[in-house]
């Protein structure tokens, strides 16, 4: 037998305990159909029902009752095709879409399908010589900085034009433009969410859209600060990707009163308002941040982790009582990048001279310790996102600079960096098969190692269009990266074929 077997077939064999699937997996009815699994070299088979999918690995139930789990890629490609059927035919809530799109390679919201800027990708180029080739592009999508969002075959932005902001749907295999729905006034900064078969946006005024993804019909719109008393930190406008959670929405209109809210997705209706602490802190300023909302386990609790104008606040997910919040890691500026959540520590960095910290949530989610506290001089992070890889933060350093530097997160060691970088100004980062793809804002676009071992550049080249600040965070799903610019839209083909 030889060794690719081998190891096929106990890949295929091995029983794996079910409390190390992740609760956001998608599970079997109960009644699911038994059928002939076969492993990816086509040898060995077995009768089983599909239980559940999480963390790219696929649970099954055997005939005689016994659980085995093994991952997706060692599954025969027709195994694999049925898996993301399910999956398609279950995105029935939030938590469940974010695990489908995983599977399917969808890229259906902000920072990916578990918000983490991570995309589950493999087989891309390990080295850039020169620009990758372009598939397709796209052209007249208006201004703003949105990035894009990515299901079913459609792609989905934002962008200023005909005189307000507009929600539009793009084909996802051609770049036509399929519909496109007014949103709201400005600029729009923030990225469409997708939810099954609607779509849902923020504008910069502070618009909430749902939309139809098939026609782009609106179903229901609020306004942050009519419906909610919203109203944000400082001048430049709601930047907010919403998060849907179950049945729920959630969003950050910034009122003292509803400083988050949870809604119904389907109608529109509030479900409950979080309230901001009297006692929050001194620094930073009333309303809310830049960022995006993320969810957490911290502590048993589930809650939702936000970074609004006064700090870090927690709210818990069935009521929205606020949990804990904290108030250092706040400036009177802007309050920008997603914050990190990994089991019970939050992770958080604002740009503007004010620095990182690593809190951890104490059990039952009844108070936050700070574990420690960076000083700006040793990171930074002005609005490019952070990535969390096995124990280790990665980003751009210092305000208004992406300066490649890698962070041990538990004790806030700087294990290398920060590194003069290829381009220059804040740099959005995303990651995929091993490698950072750093997009900086003079349009570089660089290749970078995602290890410990040191900084190392594997290419870089100039993006097709630099229509001011290359802002938007880079997408990549199907062996595609997207990005926007402006008016502008590129998407390159990175497959390693």
Known sequence: MSPAIRIARAAL????????????????????????????????????????YADLKVQLRKTGGELLTVEMKQ??????????????????????????????????????????????EENLLRSWDAAPPIAWQAKNLGKGFSSVSLADGRLFTMGERRGGAELIALDLATGEELWATKVGGGEPNGTPTVDGDLVYAIGRDGDLLCAETATGREVWRKNFAKDFGGFMMSGWGYSESPLIDGDKLLC????????????????????WAAKLP??????????????????????G???????????????????????????????????????????????CSTGYG????????????????????????????????????????????NHNKGLPICL????????????????????????????????????????????????????????????????????????KLYLRDQADLHCYDISNK
């Open 301 to 347: 609790v589930k809650q939702y982790v936000q970074l609004v104008g006064r700090g870090i606040i927690s709210v818990a997910a069935e009521s929205g009582q606020t949990l804990w919040t904290y108030n250092a890691i706040a400036n009177t500026t802007a309050n920008i990048p997603t914050p990190i959540v990994d089991g019970d520590y939050v992770f």
């Open 13 to 52: 064999l091995l029983l794996i305990p079910v409390s190390i699937i992740a609760a956001v997996g998608i599970t079997g009815s109960g009644n699911a159909e038994t059928r002939t699994w076969t492993d990816a070299t086509g040898q060995f088979k077995i009768e089983a029902e599909f239980v559940e």
């Open 408 to 479: 041990e997160m538990k004790t806030g060691r700087v294990v290398w960096g920060p590194e003069r970088g290829a381009g220059d100004g804040s740099a959005a980062v995303t990651l995929a098969d091993g490698k950072l793809y750093f997009r900086y804002e003079n349009g570089v676009m660089a290749l970078i190692d995602a290890t410990t071992d040191g900084y190392q550049l594997d290419g870089q080249f100039k993006i097709a269009t630099v229509n001011g600040k290359s802002w938007p965070h880079p997408v990549i799903s199907n062996g």
């Open 252 to 271: 950050t209109p910034g009122g003292n009163n509803k400083v988050i809210v949870a809604l119904d997705k389907k109608t529109g209706r509030e479900l």
């Open 75 to 120: 599954l025969s490609p027709d195994d694999q095709k049925h898996v993301r059927g399910l999956l398609k035919g279950r995105r029935q809530s939030g938590v469940t879409t974010a695990t489908a799109a995983t599977a399917t390679g969808d890229w259906n919201q902000w920072r990916g399908p578990l918000r983490d800027g991570i995309a589950r």
């Open 354 to 397: 004010t620095g990182a910290a690593l809190l951890e949530v104490a059990r039952g989610a009844r108070g936050v310790r700070e574990v420690y506290f960076l000083e700006s001089k040793t990171l930074q992070n002005h609005h490019g996102g952070m990535i969390l890889l096995d124990g280790h933060i990665y980003c751009g350093h």
């Open 278 to 299: 009297a006692d929050v802190g001194n620094k930073g300023k009333d309303g809310a941040g830049y960022s995006s909302i993320v969810v957490s386990n911290a502590g």
